[in-house]
Nanobody, 125 residues
């Protein structure tokens, strides 16, 4: 599966964004999808994930309250909505897919086999 992220940009503190992760192929619904982010000079950290099958959602501890992950299998798309953006949310946001049906991890990058190129989110006044 190939993944393409979009929806990033330059926003002001307090704004909201919806990032999209579009996957190729007719079997997109089979993949669980995770969102990760990498801030300048830091390692990549998990944000959230949504499983295939039941669509169970999980969030990394820190971002949980302001992040919402969802999926639309008919559109081969997984969304990450971020509200009340803060400067510390500035990062490249990546989506990733794993083929462990019904399982995803919001924190373990090693679970994922396929990665997109990322979309830049910059929060600044």
């Amino acid at each position: 599966v190939q993944l393409v992220e979009s929806g990033g940009g330059l926003v002001q503190p307090g704004d909201s964004l919806r990032l999209s992760c579009v996957g190729s192929g007719r079997s997109f619904h089979y993949y669980s999808i995770g969102w990760f982010r990498q801030a300048p000079g830091e390692g990549r950290e998990g944000v959230a994930c949504i499983s295939s099958g039941n669509g169970d959602t999980y969030y990394a501890t820190s971002p949980e309250d302001r992040f919402k992950i969802s999926r639309d299998n008919a559109e081969n798309t997984v969304y990450l909505e971020i509200s009340n953006l803060r400067p510390e949310d500035t990062a490249v946001y990546y989506c990733a897919a794993d083929d462990l049906y019904g399982y995803c991890s919001a924190t373990d990058q090693n679970v994922y086999d396929y990665w997109g190129q990322g979309t830049q989110v910059t929060v600044s006044s």
